[in-house]
């Protein structure tokens, strides 16, 4: 018979089981997380249905020939979601829509994020004088109302995509700097930063390799929750007339066509309403899921 000694080391030899990565391990978590799940589902359907616009529904045929004989019908199975008032489909036009209000929003965020993640990271690790001027700055364009930034910089640079696109961004960089920067604060004072430090690792290459990647789980719950926010700002610019240019469909440009005919056909104002809110409402929830499976303490 063996030793018990031998069997300890036997065992003390044995393969650990294999343990998922932190990315695996927090989509495994996200899973658990059902309404987290549904807005995940739903926005990856929406995008598909965004990128693949032209391939559903010709744009030419379909959101730009108009049909008088066919206007203001009510969704039948000819038109799921009916005609405008000059008899395109409007199923056709909300497709391409959500390519232009996600476009718009994705593009405002990455750059918001681009530009607001790199001074809060400067203001977060270097601290003192640059810290402290880079954070008032913020404090100014924090100051004022992300809508009403919005607002003054597209009525000063015209309406048009590009301007909206910008008027957006820089609305957002505050927001991202003050995040990145609390983010960098938390782990710039850990030990392995120390120890990259105290071998002469270089700054650009502490800042990217060390510090951001583990600054990552707050970022990525902002962008969601953020993105979800330029899509309303970006409905209530159309609706006001600061956004996307008619004929070009937009949410929020289809929405304030639509207001006209609220009384007799009302889907025209309802339905973009509806399609804002729900991708709004995923956002939000996916936002909760991730902060939910990215925090280590809910494990």
Known sequence: MRSVHEKITEEDQAPLPPRNSLAKDAFLRLCQNRAALAGLIFLVFLTLTAVFADTLFDYQATCVKQNILARLQWPSLQHWFGTDE??????????????????????????????????????????????????????????????????????????????????LAVASVPTFARIVRSAV?????????????????????MLLRHILPNCIGPIIVQTTLRVAATISNTAALSFLG??????????????????????????????????????????????????????????
């Open 86 to 167: 000059y008899g395109r489909d409007f199923l056709a036009r909300i497709v391409h829509g959500s390519r232009v209000s996600l476009s718009i929003s994705f593009i405002a965020v990455a750059f918001g994020l681009l530009l607001g993640g790199l001074l809060g990271a400067v203001a977060g690790y270097f601290g003192r004088t640059i810290d402290n001027l880079i954070m008032r700055l913020c404090d100014v364009f924090l100051a004022v109302p992300m809508m009403l930034m919005a607002i003054v910089i597209v009525a000063a640079l015209g309406a048009s995509i590009r301007n909206l696109v910008i008027a």
């Open 185 to 205: 604060l938390t782990v710039r004072d850990m030990d392995y930063v120390e120890a990259a430090r105290a071998v002469g690792v270089k700054t650009r290459r």
């Open 242 to 299: 600061l956004g996307v240019a008619v004929p070009r469909p937009e949410w929020g440009a289809l929405l304030a066509s639509g207001r006209n005919f609220i009384r007799d056909n009302s889907y025209l104002a309802c339905i973009p309403g509806i399609c804002i809110m729900l991708t709004i409402l995923a956002m939000n929830l996916l936002g909760d899921g991730l902060r939910d499976a990215l925090d280590p303490r809910m494990k």
